[in-house]
């Protein structure tokens, strides 16, 4: 419990925290509120499509989900930056000496994470289905709000940021640098691994195997994303499967990183 509680302070008393909590509502509340008023408007005929009407699915669970498929991202770095702060402005030296044993502090930065990111995953869900469900409302478009797949859906989302955390504290303990970990969040998620789903979906072999992409594994979880929109068809894991696979990255990213970083001298 001391180490918990000291791996949370470490982090409250921060500014980054909140400043991405701030970040993370405002995106997350603009893009479910902004695109969940265009499929509605698109979806009712409000604005008439050209050529063939693009088909959305349940719209609810698409523009609830924004807070991971797109908001996963935040977790992430908060994760990575709560594992580079502690090398950046050696912290680790007081904690090793506190608690010798380096796999119990590494264990309890990572459980501690999983809390923070449950509370991104929280204040996201406030932001996508408060933000989504006006937007649905205004064109009468049902909020599934009464539906208990839709709250199924809300739990495992909070799940999966919760997991994104615990994955972001195993990248920051592989790459120590705080900057080369940003780095690497940010071109794997916004560029690499787009791309890599993207290849992946044109040949059925591929699929199956970029079905365990992190990504891919997160929306899996979730049951719904805007990644998946243009094909319905595709090849997801059942949400379970997305969880272990999710935990399997945190894992075997923070055992890495153990023998990479966390071992080494850090005065």
């Known amino acids: 419990m001391?180490?918990?509680?000291?791996?949370?302070?470490?982090?409250?008393?921060?500014r980054m925290w909140w400043?991405?909590?701030?970040?993370?509502?405002?995106?997350?509340?603009?893009l479910s509120g902004g695109?969940?008023?265009?499929?509605?408007?698109i979806t009712t005929g409000t604005i008439p499509a050209t050529g063939r009407t693009p088909h959305f699915g349940t719209l609810a669970p698409l523009v609830y989900s924004f807070a991971t498929s797109v908001g996963y991202v935040f977790p992430l770095l908060l994760g990575a930056l709560a594992s580079t702060g502690e090398f950046k402005h050696q912290?680790?030296?007081?904690?090793?000496?506190?608690?010798?044993?380096?796999?119990?502090?590494?264990?309890?930065?990572?459980?501690?994470?999983?809390?923070?990111?449950?509370?991104?995953?929280?204040?996201?869900?406030?932001?996508?289905?408060?933000a989504g469900a006006i937007a649905l409302t205004v064109f009468g478009v049902d909020t599934a709000l009464g539906d208990s797949d839709t709250w199924a859906l809300i739990g495992r989302s909070v799940l999966a940021m919760a997991l994104w955390a615990a994955i972001g504290?195993?990248?920051?303990?592989?790459?120590?640098?705080?900057?080369?970990a940003i780095i690497t969040v940010l071109a794997f998620t916004q560029f690499v691994e787009p791309l890599l789903r993207l290849a992946a979906s044109f040949n059925d072999t591929t699929a199956s195997i970029g079905k365990f992409l992190p990504g891919a594994a997160g929306d899996g979880l979730v049951g719904a994303?805007?990644?998946?929109?243009?094909?319905?068809?595709?090849?997801?894991?059942?949400?379970?499967?997305?969880?272990?696979?999710?935990?399997?990255?945190?894992v075997v990213l923070a055992v890495l990183g153990y023998f990479i970083s966390w071992r080494r001298d850090v005065t």
Do not use: C, H
């Open 225 to 250: 994303s805007i990644f998946t929109m243009s094909a319905p068809g595709a090849a997801t894991l059942d949400w379970w499967q997305g969880a272990l696979v999710l935990l399997a990255y945190a």
């Open 35 to 41: 695109l969940g008023a265009l499929f509605s408007a």
């Open 19 to 30: 400043i991405l909590a701030i970040v993370l509502f405002a995106y997350i509340a603009l």
């Open 169 to 180: 504290v195993g990248v920051g303990v592989v790459i120590p640098s705080q900057v080369g």
């Open 2 to 14: 001391a180490g918990l509680r000291s791996e949370f302070t470490k982090l409250l008393t921060t």
């Open 91 to 130: 912290t680790l030296t007081p904690t090793f000496l506190a608690n010798p044993r380096r796999w119990q502090v590494l264990a309890t930065k990572s459980v501690s994470s999983l809390g923070i990111g449950a509370v991104y995953g929280a204040i996201a869900l406030v932001a996508s289905v408060g």
